[in-house]
T-cell receptor, first 112, second 114 residues
C-alpha cells in the first residue's frame, strides 16, 4: 500500500485566496483525521471522520475552515479565505482495525 | 479528561549511550498508549503501542517502552542511541470517550551526537 497520500506537498498562496488540501487514506481504513502542526501550538487535531461522517470538528479554528469526505478514498480540507496565521503543516492520517494512525507526509502551507 | 505530558522539550544523548524519553499520562480506565517519531519534513511514524499484556513493549528501530501503572508513565527507551535516532518524539493516549482519537503530548526533540 502506498500509505496516506496528501497533495500538494507545498502550497504558497496570498492572503484571501482559497486553499484546498487533499488526502487519500489507506484503503480499508474507516477513520480519517486532519491535524495542523505549528511551532507555537504543536500538533492540533482539527477534525476527524468515521466511515466518511464527521464525528468531531471542535478543533476547527474558525468558519473559514471546512472539511469533507465525499467517499472512503478522498477527503479535503478547505480554507476560505486564507490568512497568514493559517501558515502551518497540515497532516492527514487514517486509522484501521489495529488502532494505529498512519500519517501522510503533510502539506506545508504558506499564506503571504 | 485524558492527557499526556512530556516533561522534556529536548533530550541530548551521546551515540552509543542509552536513551530515555519520558511520558506521563492521565486517563480514566485502562490506557491505550502510543509512541510516534517525526523526522524532519516528514509525517509522524508509528513506533509502538501498549494496550494490554507485558509492561515492556518492543517496537520499531530497536525502541521499547515500559508501561508503569503506579507511576502512570510510559517512557520510551533504547539501549544504544544512533545519530539517526535524532528526531521529534510524540507520546499519545487514545481518548476512549471521544471516538478513539489520539491525544498527543507536545513532543520531545531527541538529539544524538556522535
Amino acid at each position: 500500500d502506498a500509505g496516506v497520500i496528501q497533495s500538494p506537498r507545498h502550497e504558497v498562496t496570498e492572503m484571501g485566496q482559497e486553499v484546498t488540501l487533499r488526502c487519500k487514506p489507506i484503503s480499508g481504513h474507516d477513520y480519517l483525521f486532519w491535524y495542523r502542526q505549528t511551532m507555537m501550538r504543536g500538533l492540533e487535531l482539527l477534525i476527524y471522520f468515521n466511515n466518511n461522517v464527521p464525528i468531531d470538528d471542535s478543533g476547527m479554528p474558525e468558519d473559514r475552515f471546512s472539511a469533507k469526505m465525499p467517499n472512503a478514498s478522498f477527503s479535503t480540507l478547505k480554507i476560505q479565505p486564507s490568512e497568514p496565521r493559517d501558515s502551518a503543516v497540515y497532516f492527514c492520517a487514517s486509522r484501521g482495525p489495529k488502532n494505529i494512525q498512519y500519517f501522510g507526509a503533510g502539506t506545508r502551507l504558506s499564506v503571504l | 479528561a485524558q492527557s499526556v505530558a512530556q516533561p522534556e522539550d529536548q533530550v541530548n544523548v551521546a551515540e552509543g549511550n542509552p536513551l530515555t524519553v519520558k511520558c506521563t499520562y492521565s486517563v480514566s480506565g485502562n490506557p491505550y498508549l502510543f509512541w510516534y517519531v517525526q523526522y524532519p519534513n516528514r509525517g509522524l511514524q508509528f513506533l509502538l503501542k501498549y494496550i494490554t499484556g507485558d509492561n515492556l513493549v518492543k517496537g520499531s528501530y530497536g525502541f521499547e517502552a515500559e508501561f508503569n501503572k503506579s507511576q502512570t508513565s510510559f517512557h520510551l527507551k533504547k539501549p544504544s542511541a544512533l545519530v539517526s535516532d535524532s528526531a521529534l518524539y510524540f507520546c499519545a493516549v487514545r481518548d476512549m470517550a471521544q471516538g478513539g482519537k489520539l491525544i498527543f503530548g507536545q513532543g520531545t526533540e531527541l538529539s544524538v551526537k556522535p
